[in-house]
């Protein structure tokens, strides 16, 4: 909160994918294990829902938080600043944004080809 009370959000200037990462510098490279992956955090608040300062309830969580990706030297990954979400219906969104934030490119699996069109 504010110091009028009033909620604070955050505003990130947003990045375009051109400045994280130009298509043509990429090449494959061999990665240690633990360091394949892309992890993407999803973090949810858990203050003032138990009485009494520094408590908590046990699995217990608001449906806010922040998105945050790891760092990752393998995929040249240097984590930006984490994203809010004020619902969890907005999480694909935000997670969506966290990649495109940092030039991740997704390739489809293979049950999401099954409704993807190609744009060729």
Same mark, same amino acid.
């Given at each position: 909160?504010?110091?009028?009370?009033?909620?604070?959000?955050?505003?990130?200037? %947003? $990045?375009?994918? %051109?400045?994280?990462?130009?298509? /043509?510098?990429?090449? !494959? $490279? *061999? &990665?240690?294990?633990?360091? $394949?992956?892309? %992890?993407?955090? =999803?973090?949810?608040?858990?203050? /003032?829902? !138990?009485?009494?300062? #520094?408590?908590?309830?046990?699995?217990? &969580?608001? #449906?806010? #938080?922040? =998105?945050?990706?790891?760092?990752?030297? !393998?995929?040249?990954?240097?984590? @930006?600043?984490?994203?809010?979400?004020?619902?969890?219906?907005?999480?694909?969104?935000?997670?969506?944004?966290?990649?495109? @934030?940092? #030039?991740?490119?997704?390739?489809?699996?293979?049950?999401?080809?099954?409704?993807?069109?190609? &744009? *060729?």
């Amino acid at each position: 909160m504010g110091d009028n009370g009033s909620p604070v959000f955050f505003v990130y200037p %947003e $990045r375009s994918v %051109e400045d994280a990462m130009p298509e /043509n510098d990429i090449t !494959a $490279r *061999e &990665a240690k294990w633990g360091e $394949r992956m892309i %992890e993407v955090k =999803v973090r949810l608040w858990t203050d /003032n829902i !138990a009485e009494g300062k #520094g408590n908590i309830l046990p699995k217990h &969580a608001w #449906g806010s #938080g922040v =998105v945050r990706i790891e760092r990752n030297s !393998a995929h040249g990954i240097s984590p @930006q600043h984490p994203i809010l979400f004020h619902s969890l219906m907005e999480l694909g969104a935000v997670i969506e944004k966290v990649l495109i @934030q940092h #030039g991740i490119k997704i390739h489809p699996s293979n049950r999401m080809i099954k409704y993807l069109v190609s &744009a *060729e």
